[in-house]
């Protein structure tokens, strides 16, 4: 049997054709985009514990979650190369790995000290900037922090270490070398007040009976996708990937997964 199609009815057809074309061309990275962006053949995901920004796993038989964590899954599966997490103990070994190329992204707080050493994204999520204290603490609102005599702790070499300690007049800033000896700090009193991104605090919390998270905020981490330097030819699909992300609710997902809290969501 001859079929006849009319002329709307073929340019459908034609569209359609040409649009599933243009998706799987643009679905499927080339492969010199792979070696720029993955040149060991997998995509290295610098990430760090203890913060739903980055890696939380309390049970080692249940996959691990956290906001970087699935983004870097995704982003290996759309790049069509295997997923390799790197998890080191603190942001400050993730940054150091990003600028010496021993990992391929890191999902971190965009700062223009940063970007002289790594590349960055549009941001994804803007996480907000707090104080956590423990119970009995003098400390109880923001107006309390920046006074003669006051501890705040923050995690050496990070990003709230170098705001701080540039913007604090009055209080003492107090370094600890990972978010776990800074719960410590606070149990003992060695410190007034921890000063991290909210998130972070409020795992903290969770790990610290009686403490809480002040109201209100010092400033906003933007949350990127960092690469190292000298990969500026996928820094376009990179770009891409984050704009999908958002408009597909693979962001908003995660977080709500990760339990992630003080985040604001981007459009």
């Known amino acids: 049997m001859r079929i006849i199609l009319r002329p709307i009815v073929l340019?459908?057809?034609?569209?359609t054709a040409l649009s599933a074309g243009y998706a799987s061309t643009t679905a499927m990275p080339s492969a010199e985009l792979r070696?720029?962006?993955?040149?060991?053949?997998k995509l290295r995901a610098g990430l760090y514990p203890g913060t739903p920004t980055s890696y939380i796993r309390d049970n080692p038989a249940v996959e691990p979650k956290g906001v970087g964590y699935e983004l870097g899954k995704e982003l290996a599966k759309r790049l069509g190369?295997?997923?390799?997490?790197v998890v080191f103990s603190k942001n400050a070994e993730v940054l150091?790995?990003?600028k010496a190329g021993k990992v391929d992204v890191a999902f971190t707080n965009a700062t223009a000290a940063r970007a002289k050493d790594m590349d960055f994204t549009p941001p994804y999520l803007d996480i907000e900037?707090?104080?956590l204290v423990s119970k009995g603490s003098r400390v109880t609102r923001m107006a309390d922090i920046d006074q003669?005599?006051?501890?705040?702790?923050?995690?050496?070499?990070?990003?709230?270490?170098?705001a701080l300690s540039r913007d604090l007049k009055n209080a003492t800033v107090v370094r600890s070398s990972t978010v776990k000896s800074g719960i410590e700090m606070l149990a003992q009193y060695q410190i007034d007040a921890y000063a991290t991104n909210k998130p972070t605090l409020f795992e903290m919390a969770d790990a610290l009976p009686g403490s809480r998270v002040l109201d209100g905020s010092w400033g906003l981490e933007r949350q990127s996708i960092a690469i190292p330097k000298g990969r500026d030819a996928g820094i376009g699909f990179l770009r891409t990937f984050v704009a999908d992300a958002k408009a597909e609710g693979l962001v908003k997902a995660a977080v709500q997964r990760a339990g992630l809290r003080g985040a604001v969501e981007l459009q």
């Open 11 to 15: 340019l459908i057809a034609v569209v």
């Open 81 to 85: 190369v295997p997923y390799e997490p």
């Open 148 to 162: 003669p005599g006051i501890r705040v702790g923050v995690t050496e070499h990070s990003s709230s270490d170098a």
């Open 96 to 98: 150091e790995a990003v």
């Open 129 to 131: 900037l707090g104080y």
């Open 35 to 41: 070696q720029v962006l993955a040149p060991t053949g």
